[in-house]
């Protein structure tokens, strides 16, 4: 599942994350690639320092924790500390799949989702579209800042060459509750149908079924 998040940040949350950066120092964003990804990657991050890295996570795993379409899209176990990334004209990203396992100064985790988290109005750069092939096409994706799309970190993805101005990212991978990404799609589904039922007709003989499916579907797959 591919899934679009609008306004994950909010007007004065971008404001803040764009004074922070333009105070840091970016690097190249080999440094940390894996060996298959580091051919194919052309791009600079932020360098990690603690005091800036901390008030930057702080913004962001707010608005995450308070975004019900993430919660019930990804049922996070884990989130991984945020990258902020940064490109310009004649940088790309190309074809990869990004590292099945990661952590390095904490506990190791599984990425089962992908999230990139666009700081930059889309008409101030050209290209750096974020392209993920599906077994339907690519999907070219390129949003309003603030928002995010949130995928399968298995899925082969590439960022397109930029060829005019600055394409600024933050991303974020996940370990989820339910590992299986099929499920994780359906409880989504079903979850939609779950909070219409619970406003429209909460003390419904099928609203009751819904709830308790979603509910026991959810403890079935988890894992803890």
Do not use: C
Request: charged share 25%; aromatic share 8%; proline share 6%.
């Amino acid at each position: 599942m591919l899934l679009t998040i609008p306004g994950l940040l909010n007007a004065a949350q971008l404001d803040k994350i764009h004074q922070v950066l333009a105070e840091a120092r970016f690097v190249d964003g080999r440094l940390t690639a894996g060996f298959a990804a580091a051919r194919v990657k052309q791009n600079e991050e932020m360098q990690a320092e603690p005091e800036r890295m901390q008030l930057l996570i702080r913004v962001l795993m707010a608005s995450l924790g308070h975004n019900e379409t993430f919660r019930f899209a990804a049922l996070p176990h884990r989130v991984a500390d945020p990258i902020f990334a940064r490109y310009q004209p004649g940088m790309t990203y190309g074809d990869h799949v990004d590292d099945p396992i990661m952590g390095t100064t904490g506990p190791r985790f599984r990425t089962d989702l992908s999230m990139t988290i666009f700081l930059n109005p889309p008409e101030s750069y050209d290209g750096g579209e974020l392209v993920v092939r599906t077994s339907f096409g690519d999907t070219r994706v390129k949003l309003p800042a603030g928002d995010a799309v949130l995928y399968p970190s298995s899925s082969l993805h590439q960022v397109a060459p930029v060829t005019r101005g600055e394409r600024l990212v933050a991303l974020t991978w996940i370990q989820s509750y339910v590992r299986d990404a099929a499920q994780r799609e359906l409880l989504y589904e079903l979850n939609l149908a779950r909070e219409r039922l619970l406003k429209e007709g909460p003390g419904t003989e099928t609203t009751g079924y819904v709830d308790r499916s979603y509910a026991n579907l959810l403890r079935m797959w988890a894992e803890v």
